[in-house]
């Protein structure tokens, strides 16, 4: 018994010494073998073009980029017939007026590229700064839009409604603006150089107010990111609506719904524009619904009068 025990501990003093041998090795086979480290990124995502966003991250995959095609459709029909159609899939708070514009009477169209100011302090101003050289961007964001937009593109600017001291932008970087293809602006604050801007028939701008002050006392820390104009939620990439009634933003996947939506409503306001017209019906039986009776005439007219 005695030989047995000792045979058993001089054989796990030898597999002791074994495993910790291996261990000892181990390393240095493991470097050998360990495939090779990717190559660290150029920029750190902190200076990527877009302000990171988890949440925008999260709705990316789901949204379709809404195409000139689309943006044309929408320009078609009234702001009235789309947000009935936006409001159909559940998006109620997509909707803002009150506004001031250069242009009520050239509507505005395009997609959001959104940006975030908050009141300047050094801490802020000095991160801003650190950003903008990393990233290789004006740190003023009026200048960094011309250089950033896409044709088709519309500004979206949350500045909480400030106006003193808080014009997003003048005559000089409006035009640039313009002339890289924005197909407007929104500004929940400031706007200079009002008188310059109102022969832009092709550039509508709307802004909460117009001032002579430069921008001072605000200044951008994120770009392309959700912002909130007015009581609505403003998303990248979102379609912009625009006209003398208001403003209307919504989700670019719901283009496709938001079209067919309009249209069929515009045709069937068609048909009921014109049997009021006639003054043989009464109201009731035309608005809002058509009776059992307009219903058949409906689709008796609809033989005769295609869809656009």
């Excluded at 003093?13 to 660290?40: K, N």
């Excluded at 640039?176 to 197909?183: F, L």
């Excluded at 430069?214 to 994120?222: C, L, P, R, T």
């Amino acid at each position: 018994m005695h030989a047995r025990r000792g045979r058993g501990t001089l054989f796990r003093e030898l597999l002791r010494v074994a495993v910790v041998s291996l261990v000892l090795v181990a390393p240095v086979f493991g470097q050998a073998a360990a495939p090779a480290r990717p190559a660290q990124e150029a920029k750190d995502q902190k200076f990527s073009r877009d302000t990171y966003s988890p949440l925008m991250e999260v709705l990316r995959p789901n949204r379709t980029r809404a195409t000139d095609e689309q943006l044309q459709k929408l320009k078609a029909v009234p702001i009235e017939a789309v947000w009935g159609a936006v409001q159909r899939q559940k998006y109620l708070f997509c909707f803002v007026n009150g506004m001031q514009m250069t242009q009520p009477q050239t509507k505005l169209v395009g997609r959001a590229l959104t940006m975030r100011y908050l009141p300047v302090r050094p801490d802020l101003q000095e991160a801003v700064e650190t950003l903008a050289k990393g990233g290789d961007w004006d740190v003023g964001f009026n200048m960094r839009a011309s250089d950033d937009i896409e044709p088709g593109d519309v500004l979206v600017v949350e500045l909480a409604g400030a106006v003193d001291r808080a014009t997003f932008m003048g005559d000089v970087t409006g035009l640039a603006i313009k002339t890289a293809g924005a197909a407007g602006v929104v500004i929940d604050g400031g706007l200079r150089d009002l008188s310059e801007f109102l022969p832009m028939k092709d550039f509508p701008v709307y802004y909460r107010g117009a001032h002579a002050s430069a921008m001072a006392d605000q200044v951008g820390v994120e770009w392309n990111v959700p912002v909130r104009i007015g009581g609505v939620t403003v998303l990248p990439g979102d379609v912009v609506i625009g006209d003398s009634s208001g403003l209307l933003f919504f989700p670019p996947q719901l283009a496709a719904d938001a079209i067919k939506g309009a249209e069929d409503t515009v045709y069937t306001e068609t048909f009921k524009r014109e049997m009021i017209k006639t003054g043989k019906y009464r109201t009731s039986d035309i608005y809002p619904r058509l009776s059992p009776a307009m219903e058949k005439l409906f689709e008796e007219w609809k033989k005769t009068h295609a869809r656009p």
